[in-house]
Structure formats: structure tokens, C-alpha cells
């Protein structure tokens, strides 16, 4: 799947089949369902995941928890817009 083509899934009602769970948060994340985008995040406990929930926490304004997350991803504090960062992940996600 390229990024395009993620970008273009968000116009249904559920996540495309066989995303990691990583990915489906951030594709809930993108149709503005934090909760969901969240609990998806939070059943990934590897490295992913960890990065999805960092940065899911710091777009809700959680910057210590997010803090919290980001290092346990192995990732620096991202300081770049909420926007540039999904991308940025999802295409790393998607590599």
C-alpha cells in the first residue's frame, strides 16, 4: 500500500483489511476518532505502536506522556506539526 493509497481508504467506514495495528490507529486518528486511533495504538506494544501512541498523546496535549511513549519507541520528542508528523509516520509505517 502506497501513502496515496492510504490517504484514499480514509474515505470508508473501516480501515482497509490487513493494516498493522499501528497504521489502523492512524487511520482512525486521520477520520478524528482519537479514541479508537488510541486503543488501536495501545495494542501494538512494540516499537510501532509505541510511536503511534506518542504521538496520539501529544496531539491531545499530553506532552509527559507522550514524552513517555516516544522514548520507549526509541524515537526523539517530535516538535514538528501534528500534520507532518502523521505523515512522516505513516510513510515510514508504510516503507
Known amino acids: ?3 496515496s493509497d492510504f490517504r484514499q481508504s480514509l474515505t470508508a467506514t473501516e480501515p482497509p483489511a490487513g493494516l498493522t495495528l499501528a497504521l489502523t490507529g492512524l487511520w482512525w486518528d486521520a477520520k478524528g476518532d482519537w479514541t479508537r486511533a488510541h ?3 495501545q495494542q501494538d506494544e512494540g ?3 509505541s510511536w503511534v501512541h ?3 498523546h501529544r496531539r491531545e496535549g499530553d ?3 507522550a514524552a513517555y511513549w516516544y522514548s520507549r519507541a526509541g524515537k526523539p520528542v517530535s516538535r514538528e506539526p501534528l500534520d507532518t508528523e502523521w505523515l512522516g509516520i505513516v510513510t515510514a ?3
Open 1 to 3: 500500500m502506497t501513502v
Open 39 to 41: 486503543e488501536s495504538a
Open 47 to 49: 516499537p510501532e505502536g
Open 54 to 56: 506518542a504521538y496520539l
Open 63 to 65: 506532552q509527559g506522556n
Open 93 to 95: 509505517l508504510l516503507a
